[in-house]
């Protein structure tokens, strides 16, 4: 028999948000009116949220409402205590995006070690030249 999960729609607002790399504050401004950090932060506190405020969040933070209200996000890496599970008391779930900013973190990594040995050379040369 399939587990019920559990859904927290200020976790999904707050996973979304992140995703945009959007802090509270910026989500308060692009959501105008009364919304403020302190707001946004509740907000994403909050396990069950009416359907109405969700459609006015969802855009700013680039989600269908759907999405804020039927999906199960994890924070951070993804990682997720299963108890039902003893052979892998800690089960890591990879979403697209997680695999997306691997590998923007990857491309970002290269770039500077690239970076960093094109500098090095370029010393070398003119540490000789000299």
């Known amino acids: 028999m399939p587990k019920h999960k559990k859904i ?3 976790r999904n607002i707050k996973y979304f948000r992140e995703r945009m790399g959007l802090l509270q504050s910026e989500l308060a401004g692009k959501l105008g009116g009364e919304w403020t ?19 006015e969040v969802a855009p ?3 989600a ?4 804020i209200l039927n999906s199960e996000y994890i924070l951070g890496s993804n990682i997720q205590n299963n ?7 800690c089960q890591y779930n ?11 973190l990857y491309d ?14 370029n010393d070398q040369g003119n540490s000789q030249n000299t």
């Open 8 to 10: 927290h729609h200020g």
């Open 37 to 55: 950090q302190p707001k946004i932060s509740q907000l994403e506190a909050q396990e069950h949220i009416d359907q109405r405020r969700i459609e």
């Open 60 to 62: 700013a933070v680039n």
């Open 64 to 67: 269908k409402p759907e999405d």
């Open 83 to 89: 108890h039902d599970n003893t052979s892998n008391p």
């Open 94 to 104: 990879q979403t697209g995006s997680d695999t997306d900013k691997i590998i923007e």
């Open 108 to 121: 970002k990594l290269l770039h500077l070690f690239t970076t960093i040995l094109n500098d090095r050379k």
